[in-house]
């Protein structure tokens, strides 16, 4: 499969746990998007990756939200100290490196589901 | 809110046209965006159009694209129950770092 990935595809968790999502993206694609999507709403921007360095924030990525990519590759999203207000889908999307796409499009993964109870 | 607009449900029968609005806002966008998703899954790219265009035909699935108005929309010629889905539009705001701005979604459901 070299479509985006992942993982877990499903997490549920008390208020107050921390959780982590993975990301893998298209292996030669070097920048990387996390979404977060709300039920009845449309994919919001939290944060964008150009291979490890971190270029933008959204306002809606609180402090209890980090979001890494060490080594240009893979990705992941960690939230401390959940809330209910946390629960979302939360995607992950990918593109190629400048130059070498024509149409901008956004390469996204099945998602990862967060429930806070 | 966001600042892509579109209206939220359409019904259509089998064999019908369907076909959805979307007005977005940053008139130096690039590409505009139509993205399905199917339920529990991710977005899925059903087409685009570059901003220099009019229209787009690409199979049963044909955008028209009014810059003055900024307006937007998708029509689905003869919609089958495979279609039903929610079609989100996206735009490319100037200095975005590619990033796109997502509409609400507007849910179809096509009915036999």
């Known amino acids: 499969d070299t479509g985006v990935s992942q993982n877990p595809r499903h997490k549920i968790t008390k208020r107050g746990q921390n959780v982590t999502f993975r990301c893998d993206p298209i292996?030669?694609?070097?920048?990387l998007y996390w979404y977060r999507q709300t039920l009845g709403q449309g994919p919001e921007f939290l944060t964008y990756f150009q291979n490890e360095a971190q270029l933008e924030k959204s306002r809606l990525l609180s402090d209890r939200f980090s979001a890494e990519r060490p080594k240009g590759s893979f990705s992941t999203l960690e939230i401390q100290r959940t809330e209910q207000g946390d629960s979302a889908m939360y995607l992950c999307?990918?593109?190629?490196?400048?130059?070498?796409?024509?149409?901008?499009?956004?390469?996204f993964g099945e998602g990862s589901r967060l429930t806070v109870l | 809110g966001e600042d892509v607009e579109q209206s939220l449900f359409l019904s259509v029968r089998e064999g019908d046209s369907s076909v959805i609005n979307c007005t977005y806002t940053?008139?130096?966008?690039?590409?505009l965006y139509w993205y399905k998703q199917e339920p529990g899954a991710g977005l899925q790219l059903l087409t685009y159009?570059?901003?220099?265009?009019d229209m787009k035909q690409d199979q049963r699935l044909t955008v028209l694209l009014n810059k003055k108005d900024k307006h937007l929309s998708l029509r689905i010629a003869d919609t089958q129950t495979g279609d039903s889905a929610i079609y989100f539009c996206?735009?490319?705001?100037?200095?975005?770092?590619?990033?796109?701005?997502f509409g609400a979604g507007t849910q179809v459901v096509v009915t036999p």
């Open positions: 292996s030669e694609h070097n920048r």
């Open positions: 996206a735009e490319t705001p100037t200095d975005s770092w590619g990033k796109l701005q």
């Open positions: 940053d008139s130096s966008s690039t590409y």
């Open positions: 999307a990918s593109r190629p490196p400048p130059g070498t796409e024509n149409t901008g499009e956004l390469f």
């Open positions: 159009i570059f901003s220099n265009m």
